[in-house]
C-alpha cells in the first residue's frame, strides 16, 4: 500500500532552517509528481511547494519562494523540502503528498517557528 511518511519538523528560531523528508513506498515514486503542504491552526491546508516525476519542473507559493526549496531522490524515494529564512507565520503541520492515483498524504509533520 501507498505509504508517505515525514520526518524533520521540531521547534526553531526565526531565521533559522529546518529539512523536511518525506519517504515514499507502495508506487513508482519516479513518475509521480509529489507535493508539500501544510496547514496551520485555524487556516485552510495550503500547497508550499511542488516538483514534477524527473525534478525538472517546481512551483512555490508565493510566502516561501527564495526562502523554501523542494527536491526529490528518485533513486532513494525521498521528497524533501529544505526550508530557511524560517518566520513565526511558516508554523504549521507540513504535509507530503503524492498525486498518484486518488491522491495520498503523510501523516503530516510540525513546524513550530518560535523565540
Known amino acids: 500500500q501507498v505509504q508517505l511518511v515525514e520526518s524533520g519538523g521540531g521547534l526553531v528560531q526565526p531565521g533559522g532552517s529546518l529539512r523536511l523528508s518525506c519517504a515514499a513506498s507502495g508506487f513508482t515514486f519516479s513518475s509521480v509528481t509529489m507535493s508539500w503542504y501544510r496547514q496551520a491552526v485555524g487556516k485552510l491546508r495550503e500547497l508550499v511547494a511542488s516538483?514534477?516525476?524527473?525534478?525538472?519542473?517546481?512551483n512555490y507559493a508565493d510566502s516561501v519562494k527564495g526562502r523554501f526549496t523542494i527536491f526529490r531522490d528518485n533513486g532513494e524515494n525521498t521528497l524533501t523540502l529544505q526550508m530557511n529564512s524560517l518566520k513565526p507565520e511558516d508554523t504549521a503541520v507540513y504535509y507530503c503528498?503524492?498525486?498518484?492515483?486518488?491522491?495520498?498524504w503523510g501523516q503530516g509533520t510540525q513546524v513550530t517557528v518560535s523565540s
Open positions: 516538483i514534477n516525476p524527473t525534478g525538472s519542473n517546481t
Open positions: 503528498k503524492s498525486l498518484y492515483g486518488r491522491g495520498y
